[in-house]
């Protein structure tokens, strides 16, 4: 399937921002939230402390680390990918690693797809959680499949995930199971919520930098950013 025709047919799908609507009927058309793009705006966020680490947030990194990096992203999110194969590589090695930078990983799914594959995730700790989320981004084309009617159903994403799943060693129905674990669900839809109301958040990926919010970035504009932090 052309990954253009799948991330147009992901981005479509718009329900209302007040709730999530999760379908667990048999070929039913999943649903889920498509906010509106912000831009890549950098400014100082004044509600709340997106810094402060919850006993929920995935980290990657010493939590001693003197720069916080908070991303939120979409599981079926395009440019979430482009920037987990582009630049956390790079980050990861040059900044995570030796203890400069802690990674706070947050979802904000689009849609009920990334909903799904966000809770799915939810199951796995630690590096574990890391490397599958890394195998979903870098198979979006893969995961992301549409059912014999041509819709994505619950259905059709759960054989996507499973096929995921069992590369990181998780069994088929260990996966249905986390797609429906609705303490898992109300984990992920509090980060939304939370990223939604309290820290303005509206598209993915988007970055919080010891407070500070960004759009996007190459790596090198990231390199300054964090360097210039870590100096003072």
């Known amino acids: 399937m052309n990954k253009t025709v799948i991330y147009a047919a992901v981005a479509a799908i718009v329900v209302s921002s007040a709730a999530y609507v999760y379908f667990g009927q048999s070929e039913t058309p999943l649903t889920g939230i498509s906010p509106a793009g912000a831009g890549n705006k950098s400014e100082e966020t004044n509600k709340g402390d997106v810094n402060a680490i919850k006993d929920t947030d995935m980290v990657h990194g010493s939590k001693d680390a003197p720069v916080t990096l908070v991303e939120y992203a979409s599981m079926t999110c ?8 582009e630049v956390v590589p790079a980050l990861n090695k040059d900044y995570v690693e030796t ?8 979802e904000f799914p689009l849609d009920a797809i990334a909903r799904m ?6 199951c796995l700790k630690g590096d574990a959680y890391f490397s599958f989320v890394d195998l979903l ?3 979006q084309q893969d995961w992301i499949k549409r059912s014999a009617s041509g819709q994505y159903t619950k259905e059709s994403i759960l054989e996507g995930l499973s096929q995921m799943g069992k590369q990181a060693g998780m069994p088929s129905d260990k996966v249905e ?11 992920v839809d509090a980060n939304w919520k939370e990223g939604q109301d309290l820290y303005k958040v509206n598209s993915t990926p988007s970055f919080f930098i010891n407070g500070t919010s960004h759009g996007p970035m190459a790596y090198d504009d990231l390199k300054k950013v964090l360097d210039d932090l870590i100096k003072k």
């Open 137 to 139: 981004f870098a198979n």
């Open 177 to 187: 199971a986390c797609a429906d674990d609705m303490a898992n669900l109300a984990l």
């Open 78 to 85: 395009p440019h979430c990918a482009a920037f987990q194969k």
């Open 99 to 106: 203890g400069k930078v802690k990674l706070v990983f947050r």
């Open 117 to 122: 594959a966000s809770a799915v995730a939810r």
